[in-house]
């Protein structure tokens, strides 16, 4: 059985005609015929009834065409994250970070361009998958201590193993309108009468891990949100021009420092967040991968 066979026979089943078929696909009635027939005799059962009236779908043609719309499915994921073939290169899946697009940028320039480049952005969920299916050779982290064994739980399952890099605490994010943006550190407590933009919705988002840190200050999951979502560009403006903030992780470079935003480290935070990356088990990482690792440290 060829994936041919079974593109031409959905196109059948779509049309509902041969000679319709034949128009979509650039060839003739008699050639979809002939496949058809092929791949009628390969099953050993009629996929079509003919009629005077046209063709209709047999039971068991119909059977068929949704474990054919299931394969054709499968071969198009196949297709999508298919690649030049390339003995050297980078497969990194990350969260959303400036300070990590910055990287890619330092190391195309390191290696000249010559390494070809595989950059995924998601969810822990997404990031480990692409890891887990051989996608990515490594996946960038950050998880909350009190959810380190659901983490595990999931690393467990998928066969991985995770480096921590660093221990960070939270901090705020104000722009210049905001009453707080001279302030050199903000307390829990402080936090309850402010308006906040809410980020990526996701069960490990920095958002979520706030929700469940809840050092000195009770109830946190009660922050105001009053701006919800995904885009940075959103975000910086409502920054720049709001009374509005945004919690994020207080790493060595600052995230939206070249914007005028300032980055308030919160008080009695310190390690409540832990970055690491991701890989399979056993697995011997690549010098590029090594190179990403090492330069990722230094900015955190």
């Known amino acids: 059985m060829e994936i041919k066979q079974l593109e031409y026979f959905l196109a059948v089943c779509e049309r509902g005609s041969f000679n319709k078929a034949a128009d979509c696909l650039y060839t003739t009635q008699p050639n979809v015929s002939k496949v058809i027939n092929n791949l009628e005799q390969e099953l050993g059962r009629e996929l079509f009834k003919r009629t005077y009236k046209g063709i209709e779908l047999t039971p068991y043609g119909k059977t068929i065409c949704q474990y054919a719309e ?13 690649l030049p073939a390339k003995a050297r290169k980078l497969s990194v899946a ?8 910055k990287i890619f940028v330092d190391f195309y320039n390191e290696f000249n361009g010559e390494i070809f480049i595989e950059h995924y952005q998601g969810s822990v ?7 887990k299916k051989g996608i990515c050779e490594i996946g960038i982290v950050y ?6 064994k659901i983490f595990n739980h999931i690393l467990y399952h998928k066969n991985l193993q995770f480096k921590v890099l660093s221990n960070n605490s939270i901090c705020v994010y104000f722009g210049p309108k905001h009453k707080f943006y001279e302030k050199t550190s903000v ?5 309850a009468d402010l308006q906040f933009i809410y980020g990526v919705k996701d069960s490990f988002a920095l958002e979520h891990h706030m929700e ?9 999951e009660l922050l105001n949100n009053a701006v919800y979502t995904n885009s940075d560009d959103t975000i910086i403006n409502l920054l720049l021009n709001t009374d509005l903030c945004r919690l994020g992780i207080n790493a060595t470079e600052k995230k939206y420092e070249r914007y005028n935003i300032r980055a308030v480290p919160i008080n009695d935070s310190d390690n409540v967040l832990t970055l690491g990356y991701v890989y399979t088990e056993n697995q011997e990482l690549s010098p590029y991968a090594k190179w990403f690792i090492e330069k990722f440290k230094q900015t955190v």
Do not use: C, P, W
């Open 70 to 82: 299931v394969v054709l499915k499968h071969v198009q994921l196949m297709q999508d994250i298919a």
């Open 187 to 191: 307390d829990f407590d402080e936090l």
């Open 125 to 131: 969920e997404e990031i480990t998958d692409n890891v």
């Open 143 to 148: 998880v909350a201590q009190n959810q380190r």
């Open 94 to 101: 990350t969260y959303r970070s400036d300070i990590i697009s």
């Open 212 to 220: 469940k840190i809840n050092i000195g200050f009770k109830g946190l």
